[in-house]
């Protein structure tokens, strides 16, 4: 499966953005997708992933309840939106994918076996 993540942008803190990750293939429903991000010169760390049907999404501590998954199969497409938006959220932002029945913890970039290229987010204080 090929991934393409956009939507990023540049906006002020406590905007909205909402990116998504649009995937090629017929079989995208089985997968559970991604997100991560990476800051310049830090490691990439998990913000979130939503599994094959939808039903089930998780996040990062640091952004729970702010930012929301949801996933659209016919579409191909998953969506993330984030509100209340704070400088410490920029960074590029990557989806990915992973079999619907992977081992392994969800968190864990290694885990994913196709990425797509990242969106930059911005966010000014």
């Known amino acids: 499966v090929q991934l393409q993540a956009s939507g990023g942008g540049l906006v002020q803190a406590g905007g909205s953005l909402r990116l998504s990750c649009a995937a090629s293939g017929r079989t995208f429903s089985s997968y559970a997708i991604g997100w991560f991000r990476q800051a310049p010169g830090k490691e990439r760390t998990f913000v979130g992933r939503?599994?094959?049907?939808?039903?089930?999404?998780d996040y990062a501590d640091s952004v729970k309840d702010r930012f929301t998954l949801s996933r659209d199969n016919a579409k191909n497409t998953v969506y993330l939106q984030m509100s209340s938006l704070k400088p410490e959220d920029t960074a590029v932002y990557y989806c990915?994918?992973?079999?619907?029945?992977?081992?392994?913890?969800?968190?864990?970039?290694?885990?994913?076996?196709?990425w797509g290229q990242g969106t930059q987010v911005t966010v000014s204080s």
């Open positions: 990915a994918a992973r079999g619907a029945f992977s081992g392994g913890t969800y968190a864990v970039p290694a885990t994913y076996n196709y």
């Open positions: 939503i599994n094959w049907s939808g039903g089930s999404t």
